[in-house]
Nanobody, 127 residues
Framework: QVQLVESGGGSVQAGGSLRLSCAAS????????VAWFRQAPGKEREGVAR???????RYADSVKGRFTISRDNAKSTLYLQMNSLKPEDTATYYC?????????????????????WGQGTQVTVSS
């Protein structure tokens, strides 16, 4: 049974940093693309960043230069380092496992490409 457990969320002031983690189990973690999504109240879920099995990445324009996605295949763990946080980053953040090992850079970050989801961790950024 696949399990994804996020941690590291919290409340910070604008300009601060947080590091999210997602511990995976129940499948061969290294073989699949994994990603972070987020959802703010009243808004649709949006892709934040993804990392393919080969380590290539793609970011949403809104987080480029501020967020860094990484993976540790030995630990079956996904990370999201978030710096220079803004109030508009406030959301519940979810990690997700894709159906495929990789997606081309031009493929948008879209929820329909992901089959397993964590329960989410809340990030709140105050101004």
């Amino acid at each position: 049974q696949v399990q994804l457990v996020e941690s590291g969320g919290g409340s910070v002031q604008a300009g601060g940093s947080l590091r999210l983690s997602c511990a995976a189990s129940g499948y061969t973690y290294s073989r699949y693309c994994v990603a972070w999504f987020r959802q703010a109240p009243g808004k649709e879920r949006e892709g934040v960043a993804r990392i393919n099995s080969d380590g290539s990445t793609r970011y949403a324009d809104s987080v480029k230069g501020r967020f860094t996605i990484s993976r540790d295949n030995a630990k079956s763990t996904l990370y999201l380092q978030m710096n220079s946080l803004k109030p508009e980053d406030t959301a519940t953040y979810y990690c997700a496992v894709a159906f495929a090992a990789s997606y081309s850079y031009t493929t948008p970050l879209q929820a329909r490409d992901y089959r397993y989801w964590g329960q989410g961790t809340q990030v709140t950024v105050s101004s």
